[in-house]
């Protein structure tokens, strides 16, 4: 793979990185911590995990001073750099603080300074109890639903250090808390999967890369940049669906990304690039189905005998029902993709084994659900869902789906608890969970309605939200929407080891360690499985950061409930009751587990992917037997058409695949705004983290977030390579670094989500981000009424070049006093 990225200013590493800040030989052995140690070694070489991978940390004099990929890891990412910086980055919390008008004015003083007061430190003392007494004070007044603890976002893994369990844990113990449903990634998908396949879909495990390799004609990725997400997962990642896609490209065998960026996927792959416009994605399948029914090439025997609805969904398609034909033509005419192109794609996908490889940007847009549930029609008409290497897939971007699996014990893990404290509830009628993205909406509206897949619900009165192991303030959308509704609130607090965007317009921040100053237990592989990996402390806790479990058990002592909390039970007795679930699974699995104390000397348990892992095929047993392999809906079968959708009689989610206009999209009928701006991925974090390190510097432009602009739309504004720009719309502005390419469609801007927040009056909402925030641009409203996922790819707006000297980023700094 080349060293170099297609755009030029950023930089892309191939697979096989050199993850070596020392360039030390490879050494196989255990770590340097013996068997139940619980304190970090002093000097010497430690194997842990981590987001990005599992790696060895050296450790000099007490301090973590170079980092290397594990060998069993063939493909190490270059972020484990960051990973490392992290902890001693500028940006670290060290000691408890607390704002000022907060400390000296009680709850609700001065909500509106929140981002520009300063802090005070305090004693840990004085800091938990602050918390204890603000979220009695919660539980009294306003009962359970008064306290939002639905906590979201990425955390470190670990089966033990469960940021978000452990909170709900501790709020449980307390009384309760309204807490979140869905997630960011997957909110429209997670839901209308269900309804069309009967599972979640969006998290199973793909055909194995083995079988696509052998099998698969024809690859189509769509939306999908597997070279770039693959190199993170949601546990410890094992990086296989690199060699899957070494294996596929060096078979010499047919790609396609489609996709408004030629990305760094479709440079790897030598892939054919169709850049459709964004949000159309729909429309222009919708030609390729209507393509295949003209010219007799769908698979009608499939859709008897595996499908429901589609006799319902035809006249839809050939405009019977509406008098306009979604053939290739109006596809065209929509989508800026040319008629005879969709019409050949129909017939080369018809012509070959073809796996249609969606990721997931397609549904999170407005009426994302459409995206998913067309695509999934799209492939049953093609009649090779269940054969090998063929049908779709929605994860083989995501913690490498498609990575054979091995069958061995699984750790268990901490679980959320359940309520010990008998509450009051004031709020009867309000929910006690929300839709994960409507937290704005929810703080703005209490007393509100909402809809959410088929169920009615109360937003309720929120006084106090507590944060950890997430960073609202870079992954929600409209960013000064939810600064002005956060304001409502008594009590902010935050609880994480950067001083992030989040963490700065808080009320209490408290200092939690980092994954590498404490110990875990943790999977390795997403979807292999193929081994447990003891995630050992790297180092001791730096200033006065304590690990979220300590915090909580003492914040429970306060409230009587720590036995509950903590059942007596220290961080090595917890690891080693997870490790030791182990043992009643040997039998089922064929595995004999070590005892804990040899597994924590050598480190890591590996298990040997089956025959059955590397032959895997998805929907192949639905296939050969529909009626005993039945699928889980209502039918048994693919759902095209929902009786339970059309019974919700929801306006903007109709029961069977539909283009729905956007309430912005580039061309579209009612564009204020030239330029659509895509959020894709950054190559250089995982969402926000990593942003606050210095491996910002490897892909940053002029100091700020990248903005890939097409040349000539960058020439028609007299841009340059490098210039400062601000990109803005009708919800807010941010400034950028100018990367002039033309691997983007004209019209289209790319600004990866994750950046941080950085606003040039902080506080302040509308003030320009003097970074490079995408969703400062992002509207905030639901994908619709049945999932009310997040429509984070859906923005329109307008970039300049910026004259004068720009604000100074100072989000990578510490808070005045911090």
Known sequence: MSDQSPHRGLTRRGFLETTSLTGAAAVLGPSVLGAGMAQAAQNGEVLTGSHWGAFHATVTDGRWTAVRGWEEDRFPTKMLEGVMDSVYSPTRI????????????????????????????????????????????????????????GSYGWKSPGKFNNARNLLRRFLNGTGGFVSHVGDYSTGASQVIMRHVL?????????????????????????????????????????????????????????????DPIRSDTAAY???????????????MMMGIAHTLLEEGLHDQAFMDTYTTGFDQFLPYLTGESDGQP????????????????????????????????????????????????????????????????????????????????????RPSGMNAGSVQLMRTDAQPDASDRIPVARITDMLENPGGAFDFNGEAGIYPDINLVYWVGGN????????????????????????????????????????????????????????????????????????????????????SDRFGTRAYFDEGKDEMTWIRQFYETTFDQQEATGITMPDFDTFWDQGYVMYPVTDEGRSFVRYAAFRDDPVL?????????????????????????????????????????????????????SIGRLHSQLCGTSFRETYAVAGREPCLINTADAAARGIADGDVVRVYNDRGALLAG????????????????GGWYSPAEPGTPGTVCAYGNVNILTPDLGTSKLAQGNCGHTANAEVEKFVGTPPAVTVFDTPRNG
Request: charged share 25%.
């Open 94 to 149: 060290k000691y408890p603080m607390v704002r000022r008008a907060y400390l000296e004015g009680g709850p609700g003083t001065a909500s509106d300074t929140r981002g520009r007061d300063d802090f005070v430190r305090v004693s840990w003392d004085q800091a938990l109890q602050l918390v204890a007494d603000e979220v009695a004070r919660v539980q009294e007044e306003s009962g359970p639903k008064g306290i939002f603890g």
């Open 198 to 258: 009967g599972t979640i879909e969006v998290y199973e495990q793909q055909t194995a890369w083995p079988v696509v390799v052998e099998n698969t004609d024809l690859m189509v990725l769509w939306g999908a940049n597997p070279v770039v997400t693959n190199k993170i997962g949601w546990v410890v990642p094992d990086h296989g669906a690199y060699e899957g896609m070494e294996d596929f490209k060096a078979a010499g065998k047919r790609v396609i990304c489609i």
């Open 269 to 283: 792959m030598n892939a054919e690039w169709i850049a459709p416009k964004p949000q159309t994605d729909v429309t």
């Open 326 to 409: 979604k053939d290739a033509d109006w596809a065209a005419g929509v989508c800026g993709v040319e008629a005879d192109v969709i019409r050949q794609l129909a017939r080369d996908f018809a012509a070959n084994r073809t796996m249609l490889a969606s990721g997931w940007s397609t549904q999170r847009m407005h009426h994302g659900e459409q995206a998913h549930w067309m695509l999934v029609t799209l492939a049953a008409m093609l009649g090779q869902i269940g054969l090998p290497g063929g049908g779709f897939g929605l994860s083989y971007h995501y913690s490498s789906g498609g990575s054979p699996s091995a069958k061995g014990p």
């Open 472 to 555: 609202p303030f870079a992954h929600h959308q409209d960013q000064n929407r939810l600064l002005r509704a956060l304001q409502k609130v008594d009590t902010f607090i935050v609880q994480d080891f950067q001083w992030t965007p989040t963490a700065r317009h808080a009320d209490i921040v408290l200092p939690a360690t980092s994954a590498f100053e404490r110990n875990d237990i943790e999977m390795y592989g997403d979807y292999s499985q193929k081994g447990v990996l003891a995630m050992k402390k790297v180092i001791e806790p730096m200033y006065e950061a304590r690990s979220d479990f300590d915090i909580f058990a003492d914040l």
């Open 629 to 681: 392999e039945p699928l889980g809906t209502p039918s048994g079968l693919i759902e095209i058409y929902s009786r339970n959708i059309e019974k919700m009689g929801y306006d903007d989610c109709p029961p069977h695949p539909t283009w729905m206009e956007p309430i912005e999209r580039l061309d579209g009928p009612d564009a204020k705004y030239p330029l659509h701006v895509s959020s894709q991925h």
């Open 738 to 753: 100018a990367v002039v390419t033309d691997d983007i469609r004209r019209g289209v801007l790319k600004v990866s989500e």
